[in-house]
């Protein structure tokens, strides 16, 4: 069966830091990968998404960066951390068709103080 | 451009009462999908339910329903008999079949919270 696994699970971090999240998907090949984010209360917002090994498309111009090193492997990054970015960062995978649903990770709260 | 609109940001029920979700969307796309998940405190969201663009029959599984109105572009759903487990964040997704990347649109959420 297929897992995902996202770390660290909280993260505290000071302004102009710089921020590296890991997603890593077990048990499918050439998977769609997914960073989403929620604010609190909010509802969620799609950051990138891939549908293959070095291919990132970007949904929000934003502080953020996403890579695709390895077929099973998504990374969000920033070089330097606004207080804006604080949130909950939940990585998902899908199957690449539309009536797939996507399947999430544990999620990521990260709090930029 | 797809949207999906939850108007319910809070819904407060007794155990037992039963729980209806109301989800608006708006597509240009003829063939979609429509997507409910759950949300509990721990965070993780959990895939419940969907439906594709062409099946509007309504179906129960378990104490889980649903109303696809294309007509009016809703998809509804129902917790029948709620426990307080139900206690989460319910979400409404869309995902279109011309959409690059498979992606799902989310509404705003639920938040269901089941008294004892």
């Known amino acids: 069966s297929q897992t995902i696994h996202q770390w660290p699970a909280t993260l505290v971090q000071p302004v102009g830091s710089p921020l590296s999240l890991e997603c890593t998907v077990e048990g499918t090949s050439n998977p769609n990968l997914y960073w989403y984010r929620q604010a609190a209360g909010r509802g969620l917002q799609l950051l990138f998404y891939s549908v293959g090994i070095g291919q990132i498309s970007s949904e929000v111009p934003q502080n953020l960066s996403a890579s695709r090193p390895q077929d099973r492997q998504f990374i969000l990054s920033s070089k330097k951390l606004l207080l804006s970015d604080s949130g909950f960062y939940l990585c998902a995978w899908g199957l690449g068709v539309y009536n797939s649903p996507l399947h999430f990770g544990n999620g990521t709260r990260l709090t930029v103080t | 451009a797809q949207k999906v609109t939850q108007a319910q940001t809070e819904i407060s029920v007794v155990e037992k009462e039963d729980v209806t979700l109301d989800c608006v969307y708006e597509?240009?796309?003829?063939?979609?999908?429509l997507f409910w998940y759950k949300q509990p405190p721990s965070g993780e969201l959990v895939f419940l339910i969907r439906r594709n663009s062409f099946d509007e029959q309504n179906e129960i599984s378990g104490r889980y329903s649903w109303n696809f109105q294309k007509s009016t572009s809703s998809f509804n759903f129902t917790i029948t008999a709620s426990q307080v487990v139900d206690s989460a964040v319910y979400f409404c997704?869309?995902?279109?079949?011309?959409?690059?990347?498979?992606?799902?649109?989310f509404g705003g959420g639920t938040r269901v919270l089941v008294k004892p």
């Open positions: 997704a869309l995902s279109e079949a011309m959409a690059a990347g498979n992606k799902l649109t």
């Open positions: 597509t240009r796309d003829t063939t979609y999908y």
